[in-house]
C-alpha cells in the first residue's frame, strides 16, 4: 500500500517475528549471547524473559537458523498448566510419537535421547510461553532432566516466558529448579535512543533513501511505545499508512499523534501515553 509510496521493498515493520530485521539493542546482543552460551556450554536449563513483544521470540527463530546441525531441537510454542499431558507435548515438538500411557512416553522419550546421543546428537528442547506452565509442569520439567545423570548430558532445556516465568521461578516451591538454570537473562525495553536506531534501521534495511520518521515523531513513538519493539512496528506501521493517506514525505510527531488518538478510540489495542 505505502511501499511503493515511500520507495519501499516491503513493509519494514512486521509484527511477524523475522531474523532477516533484527535490531541488534544492547540488550538483544547479551540475551542472544546467553543463549548461545547455554547451547555451546551444554547448560542442563537456560531462561530467557521479557515483555510481550520485546523480542524473545524472534532471537529463538535466529538461533535455529545458526544452530549446529548435529543438534536435534524440539520447539513447543503451546504450553500445558498441568505436568500429565507435557511429556505428550514434547514428545510432538520432537516430532515422535505422542499416545500411550505416562510410562510408556517416558521409556520412549528416554531411548529417543539415548539413541540421538548414541549418533554423536544433542538434543535441544525449546519451550515458548513457558510462563503459562504451572508448578507442576515445570518440576515435571524438572524430573525429566534426571536423564541428564553424567557430563554428556543428552537434553538441554531452554524456556523462554513473559516475566511472569522469573517471577514464578523465584518461588520457594521451585528452589532445586532454579538451582538447575545455568544460563538466564531479562530482556529489557529499548532506549529511547534505540528506537530511533530501531526505526531506521528497519526503514533502511527495506531499501528507505532518507530517514523517513522525524526525531520528534520517534520520541513520540519511544514514549508511548515504552521501548517494546512489537508495539514500535505497529505504531510505526500505521504511522505510514497515516503518512501515505495525506501524501506526507515524512512521518511527524502529528502523524504518530493521530495513530495514537485513533488506536485509543476505535482499536483493540490501547496506547498509553507516558508524558500524560
Keep these: ?140 520439567l524438572r524430573m525429566l532432566s534426571n536423564i541428564n545423570a553424567d557430563k554428556d548430558q543428552p537434553l538441554q532445556l531452554i524456556l523462554v516466558g513473559q516475566p511472569q516465568l522469573r517471577d514464578l521461578l523465584r518461588s520457594p516451591q521451585l528452589l532445586q529448579f532454579a538451582q538447575r538454570i545455568s544460563s538466564d537473562f531479562h530482556l529489557a525495553p529499548l532506549s529511547p535512543d534505540e528506537v530511533m536506531q530501531y526505526v531506521d534501521f528497519r526503514l533502511q534495511a527495506v531499501g528507505a533513501q532518507y530517514h523517513l520518521f522525524t526525531p520528534e515523531a520517534c520520541a513520540l513513538v519511544a514514549d508511548v511505545s515504552r521501548g517494546i519493539p512489537r508495539l514500535i512496528n505497529i505504531i510505526c506501521d500505521t504511522a505510514l499508512v497515516y503518512g501515505f493517506a495525506a501524501g506526507s514525505d515524512y512521518i511527524t510527531d502529528e502523524i504518530v499523534e493521530s495513530v495514537i488518538e485513533d488506536k485509543n478510540v476505535f482499536g483493540s489495542i490501547q496506547v498509553a501515553d507516558q508524558r500524560r
Excluded: C
Design 1 to 140: 500500500m505505502y511501499e511503493a509510496f515511500y520507495q519501499l521493498r516491503e513493509k519494514p515493520f512486521s509484527i511477524l517475528p523475522d531474523p532477516d530485521l533484527i535490531y541488534w539493542a544492547h540488550t538483544h546482543r547479551l540475551a542472544f549471547a546467553m543463549l548461545e552460551f547455554g547451547v555451546t556450554n551444554n547448560a542442563g536449563f537456560t531462561a530467557i524473559t521479557g515483555e510481550i513483544g520485546s523480542g524473545k521470540t524472534t532471537l529463538v527463530r535466529h538461533l535455529l537458523r545458526i544452530i549446529d546441525s548435529y543438534v536435534t531441537v524440539g520447539l513447543i510454542s503451546f504450553t500445558p498448566h498441568h505436568g500429565k499431558d507435557l511429556l505428550r507435548w514434547i514428545m510432538m515438538g520432537l516430532d515422535q510419537p505422542f499416545d500411550g500411557e505416562p510410562t510408556v512416553l517416558f521409556k520412549r522419550f528416554q531411548e529417543f535421547l539415548l539413541h540421538e546421543r548414541s549418533r554423536g546428537r544433542r538434543t535441544i528442547l525449546i519451550i515458548d510461553e513457558a510462563q503459562n506452565l504451572g508448578l507442576e509442569a515445570l518440576e515435571e
